[in-house]
């Protein structure tokens, strides 16, 4: 009888594991078909997502006015379609209307948290002022207003003056270039504000101002040059009462009207 009952149990616990073998069998097949329904799902949303594109976030907190770096920067992929306009894809080229800047030419104008997405709605170029002191002038070539030799960023000029009953003299010597239009029609020229008053003021009313390029170290390429500034193109016209309404480009505020842009 001993042996009677001990075959019964044998035969219970065979069935018993060949119930948990089947059921086994049936959850690692449903958990193949789920994972694969899952795979598929997923590609079809990629699929209708579309190919994704790099964006920018900040890496750390980030205060206004503070020079922008690479190193500020990590970054993440996103839908292309999620993507807006004004967000910055490619730090080595941010476009801010018809120019294209680095990263490191740009400042943002508001504080940017841990994060925040880049976006060039909040950017704006360095001043390229060296002091908060000096002030940019943009003197476009004219009628009245000639320039003597090939002009570029970092050249040094001497602007010389003709007014009626004065005749001709030197009116500034040795004034840097800190801008330029990419045309070569026009240049921005660092001054002092009281010099800045008095040079509007002749480009205003003087029969003739002549720029000369005035030989110095940094147009003979020396080291520690400022970056590059390119400023809108500006149509040279002969009545000097349209010349004081031509919009200038500092990377800081543009300001209309007196010729001028405040340094950051």
């Avoid at 925040?116 to 943009?138: Q, W």
């Avoid at 008095?198 to 205003?204: G, R």
């Amino acid at each position: 009888m001993i042996d009677t009952l001990g075959k019964q149990v044998n035969a219970i616990m065979q069935d018993a594991k060949r119930r948990a073998l089947i059921f086994l069998v049936m959850a690692l097949a449903l958990a193949a078909i789920a994972g694969f329904l899952f795979l598929q799902k997923v590609s079809a949303v990629d699929a209708r997502l579309g190919d994704r594109a790099t964006v920018w976030v900040a890496k750390q907190t980030i205060p206004p006015r503070e020079p922008l770096k690479a190193q500020y920067f990590e970054a993440m992929k996103v839908p292309e379609q999620f993507v807006q306009d004004s967000i910055v894809t490619d730090l080595k080229a941010v476009e801010m209307g018809e120019y294209t800047y680095s990263i490191d030419q740009l400042i943002s104008v508001a504080p940017m948290s841990e994060g925040d997405v880049l976006t060039d709605n909040v950017l704006k170029t360095k001043s390229f002022l060296s002091s908060e002191n000096k002030r940019m002038v943009t003197l476009v070539r004219s009628d009245r207003l000639r320039f003597d030799g090939s002009l570029d960023i970092n050249d040094h000029v001497d602007i010389i003056v003709s007014e009626e009953g004065k005749g001709t003299y030197t009116f500034l010597k040795d004034v840097p270039i800190v801008g330029m239009t990419e045309d070569g029609s026009g240049i921005g020229v660092e001054v002092s504000l009281k010099e800045a008053e008095k040079l509007i003021d002749k480009e205003n009313f003087a029969i003739s101002i002549r720029v000369l390029k005035a030989p110095s170290e940094q147009s003979k390429g020396s080291s520690g040059q400022s970056p590059k500034q390119t400023l809108p193109n500006q149509n040279p016209s002969p009545n000097a009462n349209d010349k004081d309404e031509q919009p200038v480009q500092n990377g800081g505020n543009q300001k209309e009207g007196d010729g001028t842009a405040p340094s950051q």
